[in-house]
């Protein structure tokens, strides 16, 4: 690996007339790099969460991130870690490569839902039907941010997207497809949930998720552990007039989104106690 000293730039300041703070006292394996990603966006929680956790618990060296194709994708930028870049909807595959030649690792797939539950959902499926040993987080925006907003697999009936400015209609499209009860049936899945990103507690429990998937891949349960965090593109969201704001994506997150999701955990091994969510 690089040395991390040798990449890290200055210290950002931001533009005249913003106000930024550090939330967080982990710099050690965050770059420090400007993100390119939306102000709002939860890609950037995930990001912290993954640099806060990585760091905590010393495994820099050990973690190897599994990228799809998507905004997330990014995030090799911000981590100071291993990465290996997929195809779009790859990424599974990605990761039970790299997770079998390398099983001392710690083997992270990052995907947006696109990625993960479209083009991406055989091979996601499959790595856990054969009990793959790695750790899938996806960030779920109900769209496929990175090409403008469209509708997706798991794009629920009030959002508005490029391609259905109204909503996505169930009688065309379907129903959104609800990714952990998709996967939690799987023997091979030995831990799946769901978190959010909406306000500074739904923060805390989906940190309290990841690093839960974290603790027992580190236990030596090897299986598939999956994580849908639901996030914003508060950008691409819009259509028949509306618009959002990334305060008020979040609420639609909390107010629509929700009805269609169970949040928490669905699949826990035993002796673990339980995390809850709002
Ligand atoms: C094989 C292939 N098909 C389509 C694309 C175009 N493409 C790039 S990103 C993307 C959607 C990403 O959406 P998602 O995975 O939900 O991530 P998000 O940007 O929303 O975080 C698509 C369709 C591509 N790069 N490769
Ligand atoms: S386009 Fe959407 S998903 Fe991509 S960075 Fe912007 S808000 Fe986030
Ligand atoms: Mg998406």
Same mark, same amino acid.
């Given at each position: 690996?690089?040395?991390?000293?040798?990449?890290?730039?200055?210290?950002?300041?931001?533009?005249?007339?913003?106000?930024?703070?550090?939330?967080?006292?982990?710099?050690? &394996? *965050?770059?420090g790099?400007?993100?390119?990603?939306c102000?709002g966006?939860?890609?950037?929680? &995930?990001?912290?969460?993954?640099?806060d956790? #990585?760091?905590e618990?010393?495994?820099?060296?050990?973690?190897?991130?599994?990228?799809?194709?998507?905004?997330?994708?990014?995030? /090799?930028?911000q981590?100071?870690?291993?990465? &290996?870049?997929?195809? *779009?909807?790859?990424?599974?595959?990605?990761?039970?490569?790299?997770?079998?030649? /390398?099983?001392?690792?710690?083997?992270?797939?990052?995907?947006?839902?696109?990625?993960?539950?479209?083009?991406?959902?055989?091979?996601?499926?499959h790595?856990?039907?054969?009990?793959?040993?790695?750790? #899938?987080?996806?960030?779920?925006?109900?769209?496929?941010?990175?090409?403008?907003?469209?509708m997706?697999?798991?794009t629920?009936?009030? %959002?508005?997207?490029?391609?259905?400015?109204?909503?996505?209609?169930?009688?065309?499209?379907?129903?959104?497809?609800?990714?952990?009860?998709?996967?939690?049936?799987?023997?091979? &899945?030995?831990?799946?949930?769901?978190?959010?990103?909406?306000?500074?507690?739904?923060?805390?429990?989906?940190?309290?998720?990841?690093?839960?998937?974290?603790?027992?891949?580190?236990?030596?349960?090897?299986?598939?552990? %999956?994580?849908?965090c639901?996030?914003?593109?508060n950008?691409?969201?819009?259509?028949?007039?509306?618009?959002?704001?990334?305060?008020?994506?979040?609420?639609?997150?909390?107010?629509?989104?929700?009805?269609?999701?169970?949040?928490?955990?669905?699949? %826990?091994?035993?002796?673990?106690?339980?995390?809850r %969510?709002?």
């Amino acid at each position: 690996m690089t040395e991390p000293a040798a990449r890290r730039p200055e210290r950002y300041t931001p533009p005249e007339g913003v106000e930024a703070r550090k939330i967080s006292p982990q710099l050690d &394996v *965050h770059t420090g790099l400007p993100s390119s990603w939306c102000p709002g966006c939860g890609h950037g929680s &995930v990001s912290q969460i993954l640099c806060d956790l #990585v760091t905590e618990l010393d495994l820099a060296e050990k973690t190897i991130l599994a990228l799809g194709v998507g905004c997330g994708s990014t995030i /090799a930028a911000q981590m100071e870690v291993n990465t &290996v870049l997929s195809p *779009h909807g790859r990424a599974s595959d990605t990761a039970t490569g790299v997770s079998r030649m /390398a099983p001392d690792r710690i083997v992270v797939q990052y995907s947006g839902d696109g990625d993960a539950c479209g083009i991406g959902l055989a091979g996601l499926m499959h790595a856990c039907n054969r009990r793959e040993n790695f750790i #899938v987080v996806i960030y779920n925006n109900n769209a496929y941010g990175m090409t403008g907003g469209q509708m997706g697999p798991t794009t629920t009936k009030e %959002v508005p997207t490029t391609t259905f400015q109204g909503g996505r209609d169930e009688e065309v499209m379907g129903y959104p497809m609800d990714i952990i009860k998709t996967l939690e049936h799987f023997p091979g &899945v030995v831990y799946a949930g769901r978190c959010a990103l909406t306000s500074g507690v739904r923060y805390r429990e989906a940190s309290r998720m990841i690093r839960r998937a974290f603790e027992i891949h580190l236990a030596g349960i090897k299986g598939m552990k %999956v994580i849908d965090c639901l996030g914003n593109c508060n950008v691409n969201w819009k259509g028949g007039g509306v618009t959002f704001t990334p305060e008020s994506s979040n609420q639609f997150i909390e107010d629509q989104i929700m009805k269609y999701f169970q949040m928490g955990e669905a699949t %826990v091994p035993e002796g673990y106690p339980p995390i809850r %969510v709002r």
